[in-house]
């Protein structure tokens, strides 16, 4: 059984950096894709970065070029480098894997950005 645990929340100003971290129970490079969710308050979650297992990223419009996901297959971690952040980038971010018909997924930290 797979575990995923997501770190690295918190409160930063706006314009500030903050890195998040995915650590999984198991080795990442089998997973087919890797991804980080958020949900903000009153909205639905929605995917915001994908990792796919051929190293392919693919980024939503609101954060391209402000957050970059990446792995590091050896630490069985996935990041979310997040930069340039902005109230409105306040939620609960999730990381999440995939293999073939199978998902896991955090359990979610909080980022707030507020001055």
């Known amino acids: 059984q797979v575990q995923l645990v997501d770190s690295g929340g918190g409160l930063v100003q706006p314009g500030g950096p903050l890195r998040s971290s995915c650590s999984a129970s198991?080795?990442?490079?089998?997973?087919?894709?890797m991804a980080w969710y958020r949900q903000a308050p009153g909205k639905q979650r929605e995917v915001i970065a994908i990792?796919?297992?051929?190293?392919?990223?693919i980024d939503e419009d609101s954060v391209k070029g402000r957050f970059t996901i990446s792995r590091d297959n050896a630490k069985n971690t996935l990041y979310l480098q997040r930069n340039s952040l902005k109230p409105q980038d306040t939620a609960v971010y999730s990381c999440?894997?995939?293999?073939?018909?199978?998902?896991?997924w955090g359990q979610g930290t909080q980022v707030t950005v507020s001055s």
């Open positions: 999440s894997a995939a293999q073939t018909d199978r998902s896991w």
């Open positions: 198991g080795s990442i490079s089998s997973f087919d894709a």
């Open positions: 990792l796919t297992g051929g190293g392919r990223t």
